[in-house]
């Protein structure tokens, strides 16, 4: 008997599951970075015209094959062409190699929650604080375990009582916190207000083609594409709720956080340490500049505390859409019990994430093509396979299956305003866009380029 397919109640529980989706660790930890070196308030504005051409067009395209066919990746490819089956298999592949190593640095994300709430900041602030607890065996293993298995555990309670439920309460609380702690910093801290400045200010100096570059990177892996997640998401959602709205509200969540998040870091690192401070991303931002600002910060351990809970429902919202995705691929294909899918997943993910966790301390000698484990799983599934898997779905749409199916699909909802932008997008500009993404990532994982 064929089982009765989940969705979301409503356009609300859909908006706020695939932008919970897109606001992860990328929007805090990479996005300021970004915005400070290539010119501010110049990184912006092409950020946002980016996100709503090039990215509006790549997610419509996601959500409505995923309405269309009701299926996940693979299942939805399959369906709509069975020469193009193995783009859904592509696209499915990238969520299993993500979710354990974005659940190991989950479990250094609570690690730094329990350590400030119960008064280490201090020695959380010491130069060689994180190295040593990533160095270590067994704890690491035992935080990233405890953030798998609440991942799981939202997953198990299914669509609409796990992970749309858990997105309406956790994405309001996150944009409440990432609000209180720019508003803090900005009051609280000395010079913070030139930081400020510094955001959002236009600086034409620093615009340059990489500039357009950087944006557009930040932008795609930002948005969850090329993951599945929108085509599992977009199966979930019902018919009469408006796909062009709705993208345009999960792109202004995305947009916002991660604006609000380089107003959050870049004044404290700015007032901490000049423009050379800004230089810091990823997990030396995160893990090691931002708790030594928070040693030298007033209410310095409050805020910390506050800060990495804000970091832990982006990333727990990110890592709950990425297991929801490989679960609804494999129920898809096997009609099993969702409890009985979720323990497989757990298990599986715990392993793989064992090693990452293991490539900075057991196993520090392994590695591929010179990386440790967890930056070579990053490597193949952000800067290969997304790419690849994105640049083969705009070619799809864009000349086998034709923009005019999709179109038709949004249209089911609400008249498709943006259509023709929609269509020249991904036949013309998404595919060359995407392969200068791929270009790039390569170059960059390998040191030839700084992104």
Partial sequence: ME??????????????????????????WRFPYLAAKYGGGIFLLVYIALALTFGFSLMVAEIAIGRKTKLSPIGAFRALNKKFSFIGILAAIVPVIILPYYSVIGGWVIKYIAGFVTGQGSAMASDTYFSSYIGSTAEPIV???????????????????????????????????????????????????????????????????????????????????????????????????SIEKSTHQIEIFDSGI?????????????????????????????????????????????IGAVFFIMVFFAALTSSISLMETVVSTILDKFKINRKLCCVFVLLFSLVLGTFSSLGYSAWSGVTLLGMQLLDFFDFISNSILMPIVALATSIFVGFFLKPKTLIEEVELSSKFKAKKMFEVVIRYIAPVCILVILISSVLSAFGVIKI
């Fill in 3 to 28: 089982q009765k397919r989940s969705s979301f109640t409503g356009k609300i529980g859909f908006v706020l599951a695939a932008a919970g989706s897109a606001v992860g660790l990328g929007n805090i």
């Fill in 258 to 302: 991660a604006f609000l998040s380089g107003l959050m870091i870049i004044p404290a690192v700015f007032a901490f340490g000049g423009e050379e401070a800004l230089s810091a991303s990823g997990p030396s931002l995160m893990f090691v500049t931002l708790p030594k600002i928070f040693a030298t910060m007033p209410g310095g351990s409050f």
């Fill in 143 to 241: 935080w990233f375990a405890l953030f798998m298995g609440l991942t799981a555990l939202v997953v198990i309670l299914g669509v609409d009582k796990g992970v749309e439920k858990v997105s309406k309460i956790m994405m309001p609380l996150l944009i409440v916190l990432v609000i209180f702690i720019a508003i803090y910093v900005m009051i609280a801290v000395d010079g913070a207000w030139e930081g400020v400045i510094y955001y959002i200010k236009p600086d034409f100096s620093k615009f340059s083609i990489m500039t357009v570059v950087a944006a557009m990177g930040q932008l795609f892996y930002s948005m969850s594409l090329a993951m599945g997640i929108m085509i599992t998401f977009g199966s979930y959602m019902k018919k009469d709720i």
